[in-house]
């Protein structure tokens, strides 16, 4: 494809613009850390800065991602003074290396105050220099890490290239003990994209899409998802024209966008990309949403990215696959042809079953937000308790393993426990189970609890610290059994017997959807934690301190600040929903049920009026029943309104609490009430006439082109 990676400044054009020396600097930096010097990156800088002018661009800025889970820019004119007092284009490798925005506005949680206004940003060279075109210019981008003034990560990217520093070493050690050659272990990712598209002329008519990108009212339709035909259905002619220029501007950004299909829901669907190392994989699925959001204005449509934008169908989520890899090409996660092989492969797989087990509050947290509150656990989604599901073929050779059945592991053994059969797709080791929340589809894991607006960068950080914890206790154990049984293979064997073991209660290979699962789930220890907050704590327990701390991830200020941050924002999410709902329901929900029931009252009274006069012969039953349903109706006004008034005397109760204790009131009162709010509204839309309906319904929104 020839436009594919057009506008990033990639390896390939960089080896092209500069000297070999200054290239072979620059993959070592990428490679060893070893940084350029302050010559080789003035080189590079002026390489970059002519690329990007020939392609059209006058303004740079270094692109990073805050704590809020979006992006951020600033924007630099290359223009500046020359020697003679005249203007020049001009870009050094000062300017390229760091940067400083005024820090001031962005979330700290507390690691600087609002006066502490100085931030850098730091270029990231793992990321290619990207070019963001519009009608009217074009502006370098250039991917960078944020930080404060003391050094403390402000962003989503520094964190993220710690945990990569993390699992390298230790994935390097123990591979290195199956007499493995690699220079570079790292992690792999493929996120799996779901989204809605509306058309924009119902978007700009509900204030709740427009304020919360979520519908707080709105009955179901009569037609949902329950006939089927949307899931790979044929895609339709608008949707697909918007998907074919999404992959245009997806790939001359370099995106290896793969697949694009119908989803489950109605203008439901699904990017998925080809596994990139993890890092540039966050930074392209951040790059594809802004995309998304854009290609979708000039089709006339919206992207919904929020979790669960319609209430009665599926939400939306982000499949995190995950999987590791080794500068030989080789795939960790990939059973071998040899015993050799498929024993590293069985070592690498108990360490993230012991990672899991050990760290599933982690897990939990990574994915905790607002809006996937509305999705995980609504059998749509795995719900908030995680476990593993690895299939049958693998769960009996744990099993077999755990109890000694396979102790020793010769080639025949393997090829008969299956292992060497996983690439060639069995039916038992390919299997899915769709219902858990982290499972095992062959060379990778697919950690399914993301909500579709999240950065996948935290997830993908603490799954790798989590990781490489369970790497080193597990290298430490073989190198420990070893001195005992004086034999490398009966250690191994030996160690994963007590790993599977202590792992086991992760496991389960049933639905995760059922209630039964929940009980049995408590029974093994495992958390269930629905509560945003209450799972985000699970970033400042001591423990979990000292782990980030030991891979040098995250400080102990980090971990509070990113606490702090994340309640805060799921606190002021819930107070835009609440408002906007209570905007709703005084200007567009309670006058609606009024002007009917107006208009039904009139009606009643010139009937009674009829029937008084014997103009009109009515039966009794009938004219009861009109007077049930102008109850009815005046009962749902009342409870709306009612209820619209609790919810306001709840918000100016708590509007004094710190966070924490708000965070509390919202989960388990706030909204509930709003659910009870909008099950009287949209029992009011399912009887109120259209003409006096001024909401677009669900039914325009999702089936109507």
Same mark, same amino acid.
């Given at each position: ?65 805050? #704590? ?34 005024? @820090? ?12 502490? @206004? ?16 519009? $009608? ?75 304020? @919360? ?53 109605? *203008? ?15 930074? *392209? ?13 000039? *089709? ?42 498929? #024993? ?15 760290? !599933? ?44 059945? $396979? ?96 792992? $086991? ?13 929940? $009980? ?15 799972? #985000?704590? @699970? ?74 006069? !014997? ?76 003409? *006096? ?13």
């Amino acid at each position: 494809m020839a436009y594919f990676g057009q506008n990033t400044f990639s390896t390939a054009e960089i080896k092209n613009r500069v000297t070999r020396k200054t290239y072979e600097s620059f993959q070592q930096w990428i490679d060893q850390g070893e940084t350029i010097s302050e010559s080789e990156a003035d080189e590079i800088a002026s390489a970059m800065k002519s690329w990007a002018i020939e392609k059209g661009a006058n303004f740079y800025t270094h692109w990073f991602q805050p #704590l809020t889970g979006l992006t951020a820019e600033k924007h630099d004119s290359f223009l500046d003074y020359g020697a003679s007092g005249k203007f020049i284009e001009e870009f050094s490798g000062s300017k390229l290396i760091q940067g400083e925005p005024d @820090a001031s506005s962005f979330p700290s949680g507390g690691i600087r105050t609002t006066f502490e @206004a100085r931030g850098y940003t730091a270029w990231d060279p793992s990321s290619p220099a990207f070019i963001i075109e519009n $009608k009217l210019g074009k502006t370098l981008c250039i991917p960078t890490i944020f930080i404060s003034y003391h050094g403390e990560s402000l962003d989503k990217k520094l964190p993220l290239l710690r945990s990569e520093e993390a699992i390298r070493k230790a994935a390097l050690r123990l591979v290195k003990l199956f007499g493995s050659k690699a220079k570079k272990v790292f992690s792999t990712c493929g996120p799996e994209q779901e989204y809605f598209l509306i058309d924009y002329k119902y978007f700009r008519l509900r204030q709740d899409l427009l304020m @919360a990108g979520r519908t707080l009212v709105g009955a179901s339709s009569p037609k949902g998802q329950q006939m089927e035909d949307q899931y790979f259905g044929s895609i339709k002619e608008r949707m697909l024209e918007y998907m074919h220029e999404v992959g245009v501007e997806a790939y001359k950004l370099g995106i290896p966008v793969k697949t694009r299909h119908n989803e489950v829901a109605p *203008h439901q669907y699904e990017f998925a990309p080809v596994f990139e190392e993890s890092n540039l994989a966050a930074d *392209h699925n951040q790059l594809l949403m802004d995309v998304m959001k854009k290609v979708a204005k000039r *089709h006339g449509l919206v992207c919904l990215l929020h979790e669960k934008p319609f209430a009665g169908i599926n939400g939306s989520g982000k499949h995190l696959n995950w999987s590791l890899a080794d500068d030989k090409g080789s795939n960790l996660l990939n059973p071998g042809k040899t015993p050799e092989a498929n #024993l590293q492969f069985l070592t690498v797989l108990g360490a993230v079953l012991k990672a899991v087990h050990n760290h !599933a509050d982690l897990l939990r947290a990574s994915v905790a937000s607002a809006g996937n509150e509305h999705r995980l656990g609504a059998n749509e989604a795995p719900p908030a308790i995680i476990s593993v599901f690895l299939g049958e073929q693998l769960s009996v050779i744990l099993d077999n393993i755990e109890d000694g059945t $396979k102790a020793k592991l010769s080639r025949r053994d393997i090829m008969d426990l299956g292992v060497a059969g996983l690439p060639k797709f069995n039916k038992d080791a390919t299997d899915r189970n769709r219902t858990s929340p982290f499972a095992f589809t062959g060379a990778k894991f697919e950690f399914r609890a993301l909500g579709s607006s999240q950065n996948i960068s935290t997830s993908i950080m603490i799954v790798n610290t989590i990781v490489a914890d369970a790497l080193d206790a597990i290298a430490d154990r073989i190198e420990k059994m070893q001195v005992k049984t004086k034999d490398f293979n009966t250690a191994v064997v030996r160690v994963l017997q007590e790993v599977f073991k202590e792992s $086991k209660a992760i496991r389960f290979e049933g639905n995760n959807y059922a209630d039964s699962w929940t $009980k049995e789930a408590a029974k093994r220890g495992l958390p269930n934690v629905p509560a945003t907050t209450k799972a #985000l704590k @699970a970033l400042v327990k001591p423990e979990n301190i000292k782990l980030f701390e030991k891979y040098k991830v995250l400080g102990k200020e980090e971990l509070a600040a990113r606490y702090h941050i994340w309640v805060d924002i799921y606190v002021k999410t819930l107070e835009i929903e609440a408002n906007t709902l209570r905007e709703m329901v005084d200007s567009n929900i309670v006058p609606a049920g009024l002007e009917y029931q107006g208009m039904l009252s009139r009606n009643l009274h010139e009937l009674i009026q009829l029937v008084k006069t !014997a103009a009109l012969k009515l039966d009794k039953k009938a004219l009861d029943d009109l007077k049930d349903h102008l109850s009815a109706v005046t009962s749902m006004i009342y409870y709306v309104r009612k209820n619209t008034r609790d919810m306001e005397k709840l918000l100016t109760k708590a509007s004094s609490c710190s966070d924490d204790i708000k965070a509390d009131i919202y989960f388990n009162e706030l909204k509930p009430l709003m659910e009870h709010i909008r099950k009287h509204c949209d029992a009011l839309e399912r009887v109120v006439a259209d003409e *006096h309906w001024d909401l677009p319904k669900y039914r325009e929104m999702l089936f109507i082109d």
